[in-house]
């Protein structure tokens, strides 16, 4: 099946730094993105479509200019965290749909990325 | 937007017995319904999905059902194994404004007993 990465899968930063975090699809392409936060012991919750060569579509209650996403690529999305802070911890999931595949409404998903603001 | 119900949080089953779980969805234009395994730590497993031109799916000791008219699906599993352990998500997905998002339930904590 169709495989996502996502680097890195931990990450560790202070308070008021910014972390990036990248999205690949590695043997297909992919034009639509999804990026998930995941609390702990609660569901995934969407927070930003991100469509290769423009805007990303952003959730309600999401803030895009402290989550900014960028598609350049058919291959990766980045998703980077501004100024974080401590409420910010969370795990981070991407997924991608292979539109060519046999199954065009399956989502892959990535290992995800653990940040951890102190 | 899509809002998906999912019952029960918890569930304990002995090994060897079935375990259901239940999802309501509210957008009648979903039409994509896949059920997510996931372990600590690691990302959703797809373990079987159904369209809405289906009534039901199988897979082996999996097999999910859906009735359109009511907006519910569910997710059977039988002779249940301590490896079945983890937490399952259903989702419903929109084909609203082209970019087919999945809205995930709140998930359920399935522990089967040895």
């Known amino acids: 099946g169709a495989v996502v990465s996502q680097h890195p899968s931990r990450v560790i930063c202070k308070s008021g730094t910014s972390v990036k975090i990248e999205c690949r699809s590695l043997?297909?392409?992919?034009?639509?993105m999804f990026w998930y936060r995941q609390f702990p012991k609660q569901s995934l919750m969407l927070m930003a479509t991100?469509?290769?060569?423009?805007?990303?579509?952003?959730e309600q209650g999401v803030e895009k200019d402290k989550f900014l996403i960028n598609h350049a690529s058919l291959t990766l999305s980045t998703l980077t965290v501004t100024s974080a802070h401590p409420e910010d911890s969370s795990f981070y999931i991407c997924?991608?749909?292979?539109?060519?595949?046999?199954?065009?409404?399956?989502?892959?998903f990535g290992p995800g990325t653990r940040l951890t603001v102190l | 937007g899509e809002n998906v119900e999912q019952h029960p949080s918890t569930l304990s089953v002995q090994e060897g017995d079935s375990a259901v779980i239940k999802c309501t969805y509210s957008?009648?234009?979903?039409?994509?319904f896949p059920w997510y395994k996931q372990e600590l730590g690691k990302r959703p497993q797809l373990i079987i999905d159904?369209?809405?031109?289906?009534g039901e799916k199988k897979d082996q000791r999996i097999a999910v059902t859906l009735n359109k008219t009511a907006k519910h699906f569910s997710l059977h599993i039988t002779e249940t194994q301590p490896e079945d352990s983890a937490v399952y998500f259903c989702?419903?997905?929109?084909?609203?404004?082209?970019?087919?998002?999945?809205?995930f339930g709140t998930g359920t904590r399935l522990t089967i007993i040895p």
């Open positions: 997924s991608a749909r292979d539109w060519g595949g046999p199954s065009s409404n399956e989502q892959f």
């Open positions: 043997d297909f392409q992919a034009t639509t």
């Open positions: 991100s469509n290769e060569g423009s805007k990303a579509t952003y």
């Open positions: 957008d009648s234009a979903s039409n994509y």
């Open positions: 159904i369209r809405s031109n289906v």
């Open positions: 989702a419903a997905s929109s084909i609203r404004l082209g970019n087919e998002k999945l809205t």
